[in-house]
């Protein structure tokens, strides 16, 4: 078998699936931290941006599992595409934004129209076989870490020639993987899904069930914990360790200024972290899941992310916060392609658009619990407590990951050698 399945019509799905997935999130990293500053200027309080940045993760909790359906039964390659260029019209309408409101509506419509990933995910698990689900996952991750690297840094300079170039930037990204996906795109075999409708008692029914519900918690618990490290990671470093920022004496409620003025050391950081997830997800996975197989990696990759979490709380220097951050993406990238395939491979191939829907959608829930939890107890007790309650959870997380391994690790077979 190759390493890349090759379509019907000569094409390499999996290459042109990341490559459509890495230009849209370039256009997605591009806006994403300019979000405080954009509603900061129309006076937004930190509650209502708070909400903005709730808005694009609540739709695509209600809308994600819709998409994942509707690409089960139309197909893959239309719905992706038609959320690929309705996500262009959403960065127009962010570019032209001069209110508040439009704000929100941007952000809402991208919300609405991101069935981008897990369409993708539902096209990776068609075109590979159980065994090799996890690399083409990985690829998927990959395409995360090196859009949410290269796009923010992006976004950061494109400030410098207007306040509206990045939103155009992004929409003409969107647009370019829409015309790729358009043009290199092929349906997937179709044979083995059908059209049906995943009503909430087969939500229900699938949370519930051991096999497929378990990932979904662990990949819920992984989210929440980071999502609460990114979020809270800048008022962290300004609190604990100001002179890397560049001030005086530490502060823990910090100006649009000084957040500006410490985004491009908090960039370093997190796009070092991306990277080094991206090459975990794009090429040691490919290597480590036959060995292991994704039940083992499951559960030291939380523990890892966990380790670097606890690190960074104990820092009295900061190499010892840098020492960290080089922890955080190895469990990063064991992680995340490891538990989307357990999804994949435990969930009925018929509706692998539905239940990977399901799982983008509690990824979007996630997201928007982490950042909130996360502010509450960095209000409470203090800069380090985040990666404390992270922390906690990973272990959790990797515990929980421990018995499903017991229970049923034997029911997915690792790929022979050689193949």
């Not at 078998?1 to 370039?26: C, E, H, N, Q, Y």
């Not at 378990?214 to 470093?237: D, N």
């Not at 959608?361 to 502010?375: F, I, K, N, Y």
């Amino acid at each position: 078998m190759p390493s890349t399945p090759v379509s019907p019509a000569g094409k390499r799905p999996l290459l042109a699936v990341f490559l459509v997935v890495l230009i849209d999130l370039l256009g997605f990293g591009i806006v994403i931290p300019l979000l405080p500053v954009y509603s900061k200027a129309y006076g937004a309080s930190e509650t209502t941006m708070g909400l903005l940045f709730a808005t694009f993760s609540a739709m695509q909790f209600l809308f994600a599992p819709m998409w994942g359906r509707l690409s089960d039964k139309i197909g893959r390659r239309p719905v992706l595409v038609g959320g690929l260029f309705g996500t262009a019209a959403s960065y127009v309408l962010f570019a032209l934004s001069d209110s508040l409101w439009m704000l929100f509506l941007s952000r809402a419509l991208a919300g609405f129209l991101a069935a981008n990933i897990s369409t993708a995910m539902a096209y990776v698990a068609d075109v590979t076989t159980p065994e090799n689900r996890a690399k083409g996952m990985g690829l998927i991750g990959a395409a995360f870490g090196i859009g949410f690297t290269l796009g923010p840094l992006m976004g950061g300079e494109l400030t410098h020639i207007s306040p509206a170039a990045p939103g155009w930037a992004a929409a003409g990204f969107s647009l370019l993987a829409g015309l790729y996906a358009w043009s290199q795109l092929v349906e997937p075999p179709r044979e083995r899904r059908q059209s049906r409708v995943f009503s909430l008692e087969q939500v229900r029914g699938a949370l519930v069930d051991g096999r497929v519900g378990t990932p979904y918690l662990l990949s819920f618990l992984f989210i929440v914990a980071f999502a609460s490290f990114e979020s809270m990671f800048t008022a962290f470093g300004l609190a604990r360790f100001p002179a890397v920022f560049g001030l005086e004496v530490p502060i823990e409620e910090a100006s649009v200024e000084q957040i500006l003025a410490a985004a491009p050391i908090t960039g370093r950081y997190l796009a070092g972290i991306g990277v080094v997830s991206a090459l975990i997800q794009g090429g040691l996975i490919r290597r480590l899941v036959p060995k292991y197989g994704e039940t083992k990696l499951a559960i030291v990759g939380p523990w890892f992310l966990a380790a670097g979490f606890v690190v960074v709380a104990l820092a009295q220097d900061w190499t010892m916060v840098v020492l960290g951050c080089l922890l955080m993406p190895i469990g990063f990238g064991l992680n995340n392609p490891s538990v989307s395939s357990l999804i994949s491979r435990a969930a009925p191939q018929d509706q692998q658009g539905a239940y990977l829907g399901l799982s983008q959608s509690l990824g979007s829930l996630a997201r928007m619990v982490g950042p909130l939890s996360a502010g509450l107890v960095f209000t409470a007790y203090g800069p380090d407590a985040p990666f404390w309650m992270g922390a906690a959870l990973l272990v959790v997380s990797g515990a929980i990951a421990l018995q499903y391994h017991r229970k049923h690790g034997a029911s997915f077979p690792k790929k022979a050698a050689g193949h």
